[in-house]
């Protein structure tokens, strides 16, 4: 089975600076999918952004973009300019064809 | 467009009761699944749908009974509870179709055994 790992439970930035949240993944599939979820207070989970396994272009949303190293099986988020409401869990997801498989989470705390 | 609707929101329960945590979505997703959320652990995946009839196990399927008989619907049942399931439980939806999309999620049940 996958296994997703994220070796950071919490991560503290400065309000406008720049932080990276680690992800690696265990898989032997070559098509699959990964995911950064937010998770604030209010429990919601929110897609943050995804990559797709088979492009080599790592993906970009706003302030938040991935490093996807494929043959290293890792996948972190970079958050530029950090926001106080960027302040969450953040997990880490691996997709496959039928479930998908969450990371233990990294909380990250803004500070103004 | 209401999504994924969980109910209840809150529920305790005591040991050894069973009951059913119910999870509907207006959406016509093919694919639907519950995790569970524990401090540290992340969200661990109980059981998963790929379609109507259709289930699967998880990670940690253990006193847990799923059934899919609509799309729209998708009930986890606790046969008898125990502290250990203790946890906040997310129900999940996405489309067959749009296979790079993430799953949309419920707002989620908290549930405390005691």
């Known amino acids: 089975a996958q296994t997703v790992t994220q070796s950071q439970p919490e991560m503290s930035v400065q309000e406008a600076e720049t932080v990276t949240l680690s992800c690696t993944y265990d898989?032997?599939?070559?098509?699959?999918?990964l995911f950064w979820y937010k998770q604030p207070p209010s429990r919601q989970m929110i897609l943050v952004i995804r990559?797709?396994?088979?492009?080599?272009q790592n993906a970009t949303e706003n302030r938040f973009s991935v490093n996807f190293q494929k043959a290293a099986k890792s996948f972190s988020l970079k958050i530029s300019d950090s926001q106080l409401g960027d302040a969450a869990m953040y997990f880490c997801a691996y997709r496959s064809a039928d479930d998908m498989r969450f990371g233990a989470g990294t909380r990250l705390t803004v500070k103004p | 467009n209401a999504g994924v609707t969980q109910t209840p929101k809150f529920q305790v329960l005591k040991t050894g009761q069973s009951m059913t945590l119910q999870c509907a979505q207006d959406m016509n997703h093919e694919y639907m699944s519950w995790y569970r959320q524990d401090p540290g652990m992340g969200l661990r995946l109980i059981h998963y749908?790929?379609?109507?009839?259709?289930?699967d196990q998880g990670e940690v399927p253990n006193g847990y009974n799923v059934s899919r008989s609509t799309t729209e619907d998708f009930p986890l049942r606790l046969l008898s509870a125990a502290p250990s399931q203790t946890s906040v439980y997310f129900c999940a939806s996405r489309d067959r179709g749009l296979v790079s999309n993430g799953y949309t999620f419920g707002s989620g049940t908290r549930l405390t055994v005691v």
């Open positions: 749908s790929v379609g109507a009839g259709i289930t």
């Open positions: 990559q797709e396994a088979y492009k080599q």
């Open positions: 898989t032997s599939e070559s098509d699959y999918y």
